[in-house]
């Protein structure tokens, strides 16, 4: 099969393309370059031929002979999403509905697009599935809920979209990411021996490793038609939502000589349990293979064995924020996100 992939210069997009072509699949890559100064260990064997483009101009030609889209590209967490929120929704929202409608109209017949957890915000009525109410409370979360609804309405007979609702991701990746939260906690562990929280830590937060986020697409990609037609799945496992304060003690239980303490801020209301029922029900072939543990054991032998330093960790290539204020302060970047050219 012939899939183009969104956002391969990424934390998740730069591991999906091996799995893919190790199955035998022909795989074309996009991307913008935002992250391209970010790569913290050689962990491919394989890369995919990827074009360097914005989205917002991918050209119809570069659709041609396609058969999937697996789409991931855009302003990725919340902080990016709210630095320039009316590009968030003109990249995020509009910039994706408009990749679905050029890959219908060139006749691609899948597209999986990845969603995530955070659209259902705050959540106290126990663990949310699919057809639980949605609550955005950021930008970011907000466009997701956005593409989901415009694209479900391109479904038909000849384009069939599926819609991945990624929990919070984490593990090693090349294209490494440091803002997310056990990978935050880790690095912070590794580099100052420290992990001192703000907050109490009572927020629930459901957790995925990355490969396990990857082998859910190559799932979906290769399921039959009718199994992932117009579907909504949440991606992870059940066993998998932990309290942040149980993020933080898993990793000060991994590092060795690491300090635990807590704040009594509890500050943050993104709280939520999530269901994984259906993925794992439903989905063949899907099953995590990575928890918490398992992460956080990966991320100690990664870091001892590239002797991972404190200016690596706080490198602007590894947190999306800091990257994209230097592009911009810089004036790489203009207004609307697009390259300045030379």
């Known amino acids: ?30 991307d913008t370059g935002f992250y391209k100064v970010g790569w913290l260990y050689n962990g491919t064997e394989v890369t995919a031929k990827t074009l360097n483009k914005d989205i917002r101009h991918i050209a119809p030609e570069e659709l041609a002979g396609v058969e999937a889209v697996v789409h991931m ?41 990845m969603s995530s957890c955070s659209v259902y915000g705050v959540a106290t009525a126990g663990d949310v599935t699919e057809a639980s109410p949605i609550n955005p409370q950021t930008a970011y979360a907000d466009c997701k809920t956005l593409v989901e609804r415009d694209v479900k309405l391109l479904a038909d007979d000849d384009f ?74 949440n991606v ?40 994984f029922e259906k993925i794992n029900t439903i989905l063949p072939g899907f099953k995590c293979d990575w928890n918490a543990q398992l992460g956080a054991q990966q991320l100690f032998e990664l870091f001892n064995q590239i002797d991972m330093t404190e200016d690596t960790f706080l490198f602007r290539g590894f947190t999306r924020l800091k990257q994209l204020e230097y592009l911009i302060r810089t004036q790489q970047i203009d207004q609307d996100f697009f390259w300045n050219k030379k």
């Open 236 to 275: 992870g496992d059940t066993a998998n939502n932990y309290r942040v304060k149980e993020i933080a003690e898993i990793i000060a239980n991994s590092f060795p000589g690491c300090k635990l303490s807590f704040g009594d801020n509890g500050a943050d209301n993104r709280s939520y349990r999530v269901s």
């Open 1 to 30: 099969m012939k899939i183009l992939v969104t956002g391969t210069e990424g934390y998740l997009g730069s591991l999906l393309p091996p799995l893919l072509i190790a199955r035998g699949h022909e795989v074309i890559g996009v």
């Open 160 to 233: 069939s979209p599926t819609f991945m609702r990624n929990a919070t991701a984490f593990g090693a990746s090349p294209r490494m990411r440091f803002d997310i939260v056990l990978n935050n906690l880790a690095g912070l562990a590794w580099t100052t021996k420290e992990i001192a929280m703000t907050s109490d830590g009572t927020p629930w937060r459901p957790l995925v490793h990355a490969l396990d986020i990857c082998k859910a697409i190559v799932c979906a990609v290769e399921a039959p038609r009718d199994i992932v037609h117009n579907q909504i799945f």
């Open 73 to 113: 590209a855009e302003l990725s967490n919340d902080p990016t999403g709210q630095l320039a929120p009316n590009i968030t929704y003109e990249i995020n929202h509009l910039g994706s509905v408009r990749l679905a409608n050029l890959a219908k109209t060139m006749g691609v017949r899948r597209f999986i697009y």
